[in-house]
């Protein structure tokens, strides 16, 4: 499995726009990238997916270079709702286990 | 609908005893799975069902670890002889096949004393 590597924290204040990297340099060609969001007591929560270039969904964008080596999780607008530990995964497509690292934890600020 | 529930909430026992901990899934979710979650970390996979039966079951840690799925919906995943070391939050998630989104319960927090 490629290994992530993502900023253990970040911090932020409501209303501006969050963007958290995570590098995959070992991405191999039928691996996935997705995101998860974990709040605090709750089990993590699927916020998107991709494979290349971007998607978009109503939670947040993502944005995936052509090399494919990172990718950027954009939350626009942050609130303090979304303080949470975002998680960035890198999975080969049709895998059923999701295997997690410690996350970003982002805080965010009044 | 429902979502993912799991029973008891918070479980405090002590050293050597006995545990079990209830997944409820998602109706009609065929997929059902358990992780465990330690302070600090991201979840970490234990085992894996296919209706009834433990499809993949490599993430048990060892086999003081059981879970059983008897009629393909509620699940229950059994510690005997609690150590220490097993306190964490154990997670439970189902989805509709094996490759679709996961859907994750809050968790059962344990506490070995």
């Known amino acids: 499995l490629a290994k992530t590597t993502q900023p253990i924290s970040m911090d932020s204040y409501e209303g501006q726009e969050v963007n958290i990297t995570c590098s995959h340099n070992n991405i191999a060609t039928n691996d996935y990238i997705t995101w998860y969001q974990q709040f605090p007591s709750q089990g993590p929560r699927f916020i998107i997916q991709g494979y290349k270039t971007k998607v978009t969904n109503e939670v947040a964008s993502l944005f995936i270079p052509a090399d494919r080596k990172s990718s950027t999780l954009s939350l626009p607008r942050v609130s303090l709702s979304d303080t949470a530990v975002y998680y960035c995964?890198?999975?080969?497509?049709?895998?059923?286990?999701?295997?997690f690292g410690r996350g970003t934890s982002l805080i965010v600020h009044p | 609908g429902a979502g993912v529930s799991q029973t008891p909430s918070n479980k405090v026992t002590e050293k050597g005893k006995y545990v079990e901990l209830r997944c409820d899934p998602i109706?009609?979710?065929?997929?059902l799975y358990w992780y465990r979650q330690s302070l600090g970390q991201g979840p970490e996979f234990l085992i894996y069902f296919q209706g009834t039966g433990a499809a993949d079951d490599s993430g048990l840690p060892n086999d003081r670890f059981f879970a059983v799925r008897p009629e393909g919906s509620v699940s229950t995943l059994k510690i005997q002889r609690t150590e220490r070391g097993d306190s964490a939050v154990y997670l439970c998630a189902s989805s509709t096949t094996s490759i679709d989104t996961q859907y994750f319960g809050p968790g059962t927090r344990l506490t070995v004393l």
């Open positions: 995964l890198v999975e080969p497509g049709g895998s059923y286990i999701p295997t």
């Open positions: 109706s009609g979710h065929t997929a």
